[in-house]
C-alpha cells in the first residue's frame, strides 16, 4: 500500500453494511485500500465500481471480474454507472482529498515540503494548474481564492504581493511562491498558513467544492433503500458541506416544511462522527484531520 495508506479502513468499509450480493462504489480509488476491503466482504456476485480521474492512480487496478475502474471525475457518477448498466447501489464510499502519492510526487506539485512545478491537477489531462491560477487570475479573483478556500484573513495583501511579483518574472515553482510569500509566514505559523495557501489553491484548480456538491446531489437517487454512504474528509470546507448536506439535503438555506411543518431530508444520519484512533495517527501522520460521516437512504413514510 505504498500508493498510499487508506485511512479510517476498517470503520469506513463496516459502515457500508456489506452485502455479500450487493453493488458498492468507491468514488476515489486511490491506490486501492477501500476498494480491495470492500472486495474482500463481497462474495461471487457482489459488484463494485471505483473511479479515479488520476491516470498515476490507474495503474493499481485490480484484477477481479467484480471489479470494474471507472477513469472519471466522481462528479459524473451517475452518467457513468449507467453507461455499465447500474441504477442502484448499495453503498458508496467517498476518502476525499489528496492521496499520500500525490503528496510525495515531487512534479505533481501539491506539498509545501518540495520544489515542485506549479501543478496540483488530479486530472492530469486537464488545462487549468496552479500556475495558470497564480499568474493569471487578477488581483480580486485570487483574494476571493485564498479568503473563500484557504480561510486566511490576509487574503488580498497575498493577491496583491502575487501580482506585483508575477509582473517582474512568472511564478512557476512552489519554492518561488513559497519565497515571494515569505512575509506572510512567521516561523510558528510557516506550515499552518502554507497548507492553507495551497489547499486554497489546489480546491481551485480541481473545483473540489463543486464536484463534492455534484456527487452528494447525486447520492439519494442512487441509493437503494437502507442504503448507505461513508464520507471521509480532511479540511473544514468538505466536512461541512458533508454534515450539511446530511443534515438538511442542502447547501445552503433550510428545507422547506409543508402545511403540517414537515420536512423531507433524503438522507438520515448513522452513528456519530468518527475520527482515527491515536494509534493510526501515529501510524499515519496524514490521519490527523480525518472526519467520518455516514448516512443512509431515508424511507419515506406513506
Known amino acids: 500500500m505504498s500508493y498510499h ?47 479515479d480521474q488520476d491516470k498515476d492512480a490507474q495503474q493499481n487496478i485490480i484484477e477481479d471480474d467484480r471489479f470494474v475502474l471507472i477513469p472519471e471525475n466522481f462528479r459524473y457518477i451517475s452518467r457513468y454507472l449507467r453507461f455499465h448498466g447500474v441504477r442502484k447501489v448499495d453503498g458508496v464510499l467517498a ?35 496552479a500556475k495558470e491560477i497564480i499568474n493569471r487570475y487578477s488581483e480580486e479573483k485570487l483574494a476571493e481564492v485564498f479568503f473563500h478556500f484557504g480561510e486566511l484573513r490576509n487574503s488580498r495583501a497575498l493577491a496583491k504581493t502575487i501580482v506585483a511579483k508575477r509582473s517582474e518574472n512568472k511564478i512557476e515553482t512552489s519554492f518561488q511562491l513559497k519565497a515571494i510569500l515569505q512575509r506572510f509566514l512567521p516561523k510558528a505559523k510557516e506550515h499552518k498558513i502554507l497548507a492553507q495557501i495551497f489547499q486554497a489553491i489546489r480546491i481551485e484548480v480541481n473545483e473540489e467544492l463543486e464536484v463534492l456538491k455534484e456527487f452528494l446531489s447525486q447520492v439519494p437517487e442512487l441509493l437503494k433503500e437502507e442504503g448507505r454512504l461513508s464520507v471521509i474528509s480532511y479540511h473544514s470546507l468538505e466536512d461541512r458541506l458533508v454534515k450539511r448536506y446530511i443534515r438538511t439535503g442542502l447547501f445552503i438555506g433550510e428545507p422547506e416544511k409543508d402545511v403540517f411543518g414537515n420536512s423531507f431530508e433524503p438522507l438520515q444520519k448513522v452513528g456519530k462522527l468518527i475520527v482515527p484512533s491515536l494509534k493510526e495517527i501515529r501510524q499515519n501522520n496524514r490521519a490527523r484531520s480525518a472526519k467520518l460521516r455516514i448516512a443512509k437512504l431515508k424511507l419515506i413514510n406513506l
Request: aromatic residues 10%; proline residues 1%; charged residues 30%.
Open 5 to 51: 495508506s487508506p485511512v479510517l479502513l476498517k470503520e469506513s468499509v463496516d459502515s457500508l453494511s456489506i452485502k455479500s450480493d450487493g453493488v458498492y462504489v468507491d468514488v476515489t480509488f486511490g491506490g486501492g485500500g477501500h476498494s480491495r476491503e470492500i472486495l474482500s466482504r463481497l462474495g461471487k456476485n457482489g459488484r463494485l465500481f471505483s473511479f
Open 95 to 129: 476518502d476525499l482529498g489528496v492521496s499520500s502519492y500525490q503528496f510525495d510526487e515531487v512534479d505533481r506539485g501539491f506539498s509545501t515540503r518540495f520544489d515542485g512545478d506549479l501543478d496540483m491537477r488530479m486530472n492530469q489531462n486537464s488545462k487549468k494548474s
